[in-house]
C-alpha cells in the first residue's frame, strides 16, 4: 500500500477523454478547417493508403498549427502529398474524384501498398521463431541475447507516425506478427536460457490496459525466468499519451507493476520513442517521467532521423540534452528504413552522418550514450561511422551495432562513397572488394 502512496501524481491533473480521428474522420478536426481545401483533400488520399490515426491530446497541445504545415508533430501525424509518388497519388486522387465503391478504393491501396516493400529486412520470413515445431508469430528473435514480443492487444498505437516503418501493420486485414497467448511467450523463454533482454512492442504495448500487462510481465518474477535481466518496453505514449501514468484509470496499477519488476531485480526500461523536442514540452509529460523514475525504471530515447520533421542538428543536441536532464537516456539515432513512405522521410546517408556528428558534438558526455546513426538491415543494425579518405578513396567507415552474428560486432568495414545512397543495399564495398566480410555467411542464413 505504501507503494501506492509514493507513486501518486503531484498534483490533480485534468484527465481528458481520449478522443482519436482516423482517416474518415478527417473532416471532423476543426484545426483542418482552417487549412486550403487541396490540402485536406491531399490527406484524405494519402489516408487512404498509409494508416491514419490521431488524437485529441496530440492536436491541441503537441502541434503548433499557426506552423501548419511546417510543423514537425503535424508533419509526424498527418498525411503528407509527398509520402506517395505521383503516379501512385493520382491514380488514387482520380479514383476519389470520380464515382467508386469502397471495395475499388481498399483494391487500389492495396496494389499501390505492395510496391512499397511492406515488410522490410526479411522480418516476415527469417525471425520468426518456432516452438514445438511451430511458428511462433508474436516472436521475433534476430539476436541471440533479444527476443521481441508483439502482445496482440498492443498492435496499435494512441496516434500513428507517418513515417513508421511498422504501417503496413495497420493497414489491410492481416496483422501477421501477434500471438494471444501469453503461454506461448513464457515456454518460449523459459526454454531460451541465451535470452537476456525481453522487449515488448506494438504497434504500442503501452495502449494495453495494466490487467493484461500484467499477464505477460509478472511471471517474469518466478525463478524459472531469472535469466530474463532486462526488461523493455517500447512506446510512443510517454509524449502522445502521458496519461497513460498519470490519470488514466489504471495509471497506478501500472506503475506498481514496474515497481514489482525492478523489486524484483529486473532491470525494467521504457524505450521512449520521441521525434521532436517539442514533444516534450508539456507538463502532463515531465510528470509522467517523474512518476516512471520513481519506481526504478529507466527511460531511454529513440527515433529515426527524418527528412521534413527532425534534421536540425542543434535540435537533436538540444533535445539529448533536455532528456538527459529530464532523467532520460539518450539511446538510438536511426536512419528511415527502406520502407513506405521513405521517398519523403529519406536522407542521404552521409548527411545522416553529418547531421548526427554535428549534434553529438555538442553534448557532454552523459548524453553521448546515444548511437547512430545506425540503419536496422538484415544482417544488423549498422552504423554510419563516418566518411573519410583512404589512399584517395573516399569511403563510408561502418559497424555493427548489433548483428545476426555477434562476432561480426564492432569490426569496421568500408564502402564506396555514394552521396546518393540511402540505405545499406545501396553500398557497394570498397578498396575493389567484391563482397563485404559478411556477405557470404549472411546469405546462408
Ligand atoms: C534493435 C533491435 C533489438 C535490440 O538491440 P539492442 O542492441 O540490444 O538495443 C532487438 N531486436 C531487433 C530486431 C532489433 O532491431
Redesign the pocket.
Known amino acids: 500500500m505504501q507503494q501506492t502512496v509514493q507513486l501518486q501524481p503531484a498534483q490533480a491533473y485534468q484527465a481528458p477523454r481520449f478522443t482519436v480521428y482516423q482517416h474518415r474522420q478527417i473532416d471532423k478536426i476543426e484545426q483542418l478547417d482552417k487549412l486550403p481545401e487541396h490540402l485536406r483533400f491531399e490527406m484524405k488520399v494519402v489516408a487512404n493508403v498509409f494508416p491514419f490515426r490521431v488524437n485529441n491530446f496530440v492536436i491541441e497541445e503537441l502541434i503548433d498549427w499557426h506552423k501548419v504545415p511546417n510543423d514537425p508533430v503535424f508533419q509526424l501525424t498527418f498525411p503528407q502529398r509527398g509520402m506517395l509518388d505521383d503516379e501512385s497519388y493520382e491514380q488514387m486522387a482520380t479514383l476519389l474524384k470520380s464515382e467508386h465503391t469502397p471495395e475499388e478504393v481498399f483494391n487500389l491501396a492495396t496494389e499501390i501498398r505492395h510496391k512499397l516493400n511492406p515488410h522490410p529486412a526479411g522480418q516476415m520470413e527469417k525471425?520468426v521463431p518456432e516452438y514445438d515445431g511451430e511458428r511462433v508469430e508474436g516472436i521475433?528473435h534476430?539476436?541471440k541475447?533479444?527476443v521481441?514480443f508483439f502482445p496482440s492487444q498492443g498492435q496499435y498505437c494512441h496516434s500513428y507516425c507517418t513515417f513508421c516503418f511498422r504501417w503496413a501493420q495497420f493497414v489491410g486485414k492481416a496483422t501477421r506478427f501477434n500471438n494471444n497467448d501469453e503461454d506461448l511467450l513464457h515456454n518460449y523463454l523459459a526454454e531460451h536460457k541465451e535470452v537476456t533482454?525481453l522487449?515488448m512492442t506494438g504497434g504500442d504495448p503501452m495502449v494495453m490496459r495494466t490487467v493484461k500487462l500484467r499477464k505477460y510481465l509478472e511471471t517474469l518474477k518466478e525463478p524459472r525466468f531469472d535469466h530474463i535481466k532486462t526488461i523493455?518496453i517500447g512506446t510512443k505514449s510517454l509524449t502522445f499519451w502521458p496519461f497513460r501514468y498519470v490519470t488514466d484509470p489504471d495509471a497506478k496499477e501500472l506503475l506498481i507493476l514496474i515497481k514489482e519488476l525492478v523489486d524484483a531485480g529486473k532491470h525494467v526500461s521504457i524505450m521512449a520513442h520521441i521525434n521532436h523536442k517539442q514533444e516534450l514540452r508539456t507538463d502532463i509529460t515531465k510528470e509522467a517521467i517523474r512518476l516512471i523514475r520513481k519506481t526504478g525504471a529507466q527511460i531511454r530515447t529513440q527515433a529515426p532521423l527524418l527528412n521534413n520533421i527532425n534534421t536540425d542538428p542543434l535540435m537533436w543536441s538540444e533535445m539529448w540534452k533536455e532528456q538527459t536532464q529530464m532523467g532520460m537516456i539518450p539511446?538510438?539515432m536511426f536512419i528511415e528504413r527502406d520502407t513506405g513512405a521513405k521517398r519523403y522521410f529519406e536522407l542521404p546517408l552521409y548527411k545522416t552522418w553529418e547531421i548526427f556528428r554535428e549534434a553529438y558534438k555538442n553534448v557532454s558526455g552523459v548524453s553521448r550514450t546515444v548511437r547512430g546513426p545506425s540503419m536496422?538491415a538484415g544482417p544488423g543494425?549498422v552504423e554510419v561511422s563516418g566518411v573519410t579518405e583512404i589512399h584517395g578513396e573516399k569511403v563510408f567507415a561502418l559497424r555493427f551495432?548489433?548483428a545476426r552474428n555477434p562476432d561480426w560486432v564492432q569490426r569496421p568495414f568500408f564502402a564506396k562513397f555514394d552521396e546518393n545512397a540511402m540505405w545499406l543495399n545501396d553500398l557497394k564495398p570498397a578498396f575493389g572488394e567484391e563482397k563485404f566480410f559478411w556477405e557470404d555467411e549472411y546469405n546462408t542464413m
Request: no cysteine; hydrophobic share 20%; net charge positive.
Open positions: 525471425n521475433q534476430k539476436y541475447e533479444t521481441l533482454d522487449l523493455r539511446y538510438y536496422s543494425k551495432i548489433q
